[in-house]
């Protein structure tokens, strides 16, 4: 048995110091970080803006608001059209963006603002009374003579939106590093 | 030590290219370019006012054209631009700028449209003068969507599209 075994360690033995001696290689070190950043940044999905996915929350809305349309479930032929036609949907709404054609349209403007505001403004509190109240103190002359109780409504809304407003300010101010701003008099 | 030193050297090189990634990627990103028109709302506002803004009102102004068209961007570079309304009000337009490209059809077009339809008019057909326009509107309206299909044809080939459907 000792024989046939000794051998075999001796011929083990310089590959492990070799192993070993690989194994602390820095460059060994490095390749594998290489290889393990490679494999994170392919694992990551990336949205290069050719990807249209129309996902099974989008397919059952479409389906059950046609469903509702026609008095009857679509049929497989009607069902592909429908979500044919909201992928030619998608991607003319993709070229109109990319030729800048939202651009001073005052519809898409309010929405994104509006969509702005849900996402970064929803917790905007409600004024309490006494900040009502204050309001109301400070600019009665303007309400002509009516109660606090009658306007009441309009000076909720007004404080409101306005720390709705300076809510989105701050997010301006936030990104606006991002930008180069150019002012010009004239059109471009 | 001499290993240690190694080992420190990796980490060196590792923080070097995070620091680099950082300087890269974050502080040297290109920004990017908004040019804004003003005249025209400084305009408007003074239109408005019946007199010329002075220069505290001037500045107020542009503060906060620059931070709606901030805000409109940030908007777009967060994807809120997609789905609902502003989707289909893009979509929409895309499909207006389309059919300008359309042109006006010419006597024998709209004259071989009338022969080919003679059916549709039952036993005693109308005129040609008499639908001209239906046929023209008719003639205009099929063109256009050939041209946006034609178009949505060509520019789906860009896209990869993924449908998650359960159904059969």
């Known amino acids: ?188 | 030590v001499s290993g240690r030193l190694r080992r420190a050297s990796l980490l060196h090189f590792v923080a070097l290219g995070a620091a680099l990634y950082v300087i890269l990627d974050v502080l040297a990103a290109p920004r990017e370019e908004i040019v804004i028109a003003v005249g025209p709302a400084v305009a408007v506002r003074e239109a408005a006012l019946g007199r010329a803004l002075s220069a505290e009102e001037r500045a107020a102004l542009l503060d906060r054209i620059v931070q709606e068209e901030v805000l409109v961007r940030e908007a777009f570079r967060l994807g809120l631009h997609t789905g609902g309304r502003i989707q289909k009000r893009l979509a929409d337009k895309m499909i207006v700028l389309l059919q300008d490209d359309v042109p006006a059809p010419d006597e024998a077009e709209l004259r071989a449209l009338f022969d080919a339809n003679l059916a549709r008019y039952g036993p005693a057909p109308p005129p040609f003068d008499a639908v001209r326009g239906a046929l023209r509107n008719e003639w205009r309206f099929t063109r256009a969507r050939a041209i946006v299909d034609a178009k949505v044809a060509e520019l789906r080939r860009d896209y990869r599209v993924v449908i998650e459907d359960d159904a059969p």
């Open chain 1, 1 to 188: 048995v000792t024989a046939t075994t000794q051998p075999d360690a001796m011929n083990d033995a310089p590959p492990r110091a070799m192993r070993n001696r690989l194994w602390r290689d820095p460059l060994l070190g490095f390749l594998a970080l290489t290889v393990v950043l490679f494999a994170l940044d392919a694992a990551v999905p990336r949205d290069d803006g050719r990807t249209i996915v129309i996902d099974r929350a989008t397919v059952a809305a479409m389906v059950e608001r046609n469903a509702y349309l026609l008095g009857r479930p679509p049929t497989p032929v009607e069902r592909a059209a429908l979500i044919d036609a909201a992928v030619d949907h998608i991607v003319l709404a993709r070229e109109a963006t990319a030729l800048g054609l939202y651009a001073g349209d005052p519809q898409i403007r309010g929405e994104l603002f509006e969509r702005l505001a849900r996402r970064f403004a929803a917790d905007v509190a409600e004024p309490t009374e006494a900040e009502i109240a204050a309001y109301y103190a400070a600019r009665r002359d303007q309400f002509g003579g009516r109660t606090l109780d009658r306007v009441r409504g309009f000076i909720r809304t007004d404080l409101w939106l306005k720390r709705r407003e300076a809510r989105l300010a701050g997010v301006a101010a936030a990104a606006r590093d991002r930008y180069a701003v150019v002012l010009t008099e004239a059109a471009p």
